[in-house]
């Protein structure tokens, strides 16, 4: 355990809250405890390929305070679970199933495979769409794009605006499947977005976040922000002045992706603080994970885990997470509970004011009890898959 980690306050006592409680009756006042609460805004921020060993709180050599403060502020997953790759993970988060039940166990869907998500499973953004939300992702999606009816804007986002395939340049958005097929892979709905490229994609991304944050009334509506960056995938270009503050780093390839590291954590506290800005921080839920193990070879480190992503051992499977939202009370705790990424698409329904047990066939559980009580029991249980089965 990283000291920080081990050193955020554990909450665990009741008498404290209670005496908190007592002290603040204005805060428990009964009119406001029975006005209808108003669905959350969830932003949920996905990074590519980013290790355990990748993240402030874990490993002395990279600096993200942002990420950090976040996560120590909130509820920080320390047994959370994902897929060794892109594909699968992506889809089991927007799924909520096991990639076996869904025909992507099959590694990554490349550029020119003409097969995508399976167009009968119902999406975690269509649901939320059901329950009111305005829904919107930014970033890489991964998920394929041979039809129409495969692409993002078909399936529960209003917008889009990113890559559809994997390993796309940071700069020119150019995407190729071997050396023979390239393609300039950036778009805007369903649109190629011509024009719009030549910046790094993290502040590209993080712009658009922005700006979907400062158009959208807080209070009419609730929002659904997927954003899924590039970063911290291959190829390692970030802007050099990044660069600067690691440049002692002996390791090259590992100097360059801790700054790419870097540039996350400033996209991160961007948006925090564009959430703030425009009235949605206090009713939001703000959700990190890695998609994968990071990839040593080209400067990631699952340290002290073995492995690395496209393996089943927990290096490839083992993510990075955290939960930060001011609508938990017992927050600045580390969970130990475990929890997997197909766990967020009930979850966030449920959030939602959806009723989760009347959707058929998902794999993953409703944690939010875990995350928010401070649980460390978690309905993952064997217990419960034999019932299920
Ligand atoms: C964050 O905002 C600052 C100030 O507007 C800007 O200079 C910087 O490029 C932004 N960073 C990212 C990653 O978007
Ligand atoms: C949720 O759906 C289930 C199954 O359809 C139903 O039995 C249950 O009463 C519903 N719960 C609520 C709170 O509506």
């Not at 709180?57 to 976040?70: A, E, G, Q, V, W």
């Not at 590291?261 to 506290?269: F, L, T």
């Not at 009723?355 to 249980?381: A, C, M, Y």
Request: hydrophobic fraction near 30%.
């Amino acid at each position: 355990i990283h000291p920080a980690a081990a050193a955020a306050p554990d909450r665990h006592d009741s008498k404290k809250a209670k005496i908190i409680s007592l002290k603040l009756p204005l805060a428990s006042s009964p009119k406001l405890m029975s006005t209808p609460k108003r669905p959350p805004h969830i932003i949920f921020i996905l990074t590519d390929d980013q290790g355990f060993n990748d993240i402030g709180y874990h490993s002395r050599d990279i600096r993200s305070p942002t990420l950090d403060k976040l996560a120590s502020e909130g509820v920080l997953l320390e047994n959370y679970y994902v897929q060794p790759l892109c594909t699968p993970s992506r889809s089991q988060l927007i799924t909520g199933r096991y990639q076996i039940h869904t025909g992507l166990q099959h590694s990554i869907i490349r550029p020119r495979q003409p097969s995508c998500l399976p167009r009968d499973v119902v999406t975690l953004p269509q649901r939320l769409q059901e329950a009111g939300y305005s829904t919107h992702m930014v970033g890489k999606w991964h998920l394929g794009f041979y039809r129409k009816d495969c692409l993002p804007t078909r399936r529960g986002f209003h917008t889009y605006f990113g890559s559809l395939t994997g390993s796309v340049d940071y700069y020119t958005y150019g995407s190729c499947d071997g050396k023979s097929l390239c393609g300039f892979d950036l778009h805007e709905g369903e649109s190629v977005a011509w024009g719009k490229g030549g910046k790094y994609s993290t502040h590209l991304y993080t712009q658009r976040v922005r700006k979907i944050l400062a158009t959208h009334d807080s209070t009419s509506q609730p929002l659904f922000i997927f954003l899924s960056l590039q970063a911290v995938h291959t190829p390692l270009k970030p802007p050099k002045e990044y660069i600067y503050p690691y440049r002692r780093m002996g390791n090259v390839p590992r100097r360059k992706y801790a700054a790419m590291v870097s540039i996350v954590d400033e996209a991160v506290r961007n948006i925090t603080y564009a959430l703030r800005k425009y009235g949605f921080y206090r009713n939001s839920v703000v959700i990190f994970s890695t998609d994968n193990g990071a990839q040593p070879l080209t400067g990631g480190s699952n340290w002290p885990l073995r492995g690395c992503k496209g393996t089943y051992w927990e290096g490839g499977i083992r993510g990075v997470g955290f939960v930060h939202s001011p609508l938990i009370r017992h927050r600045r705790r580390v969970s130990r509970a475990l929890i997997h990424i197909t766990d967020w698409y009930p979850t966030l329904i449920g959030l939602a004011g959806g009723n989760v047990s009347q959707h058929q066939g998902l794999d993953g559980f409703d944690v939010w009890p875990t995350i928010k009580l401070e649980r460390n029991s978690t309905p993952r249980t064997s217990k419960m898959r034999a019932k299920r089965n």
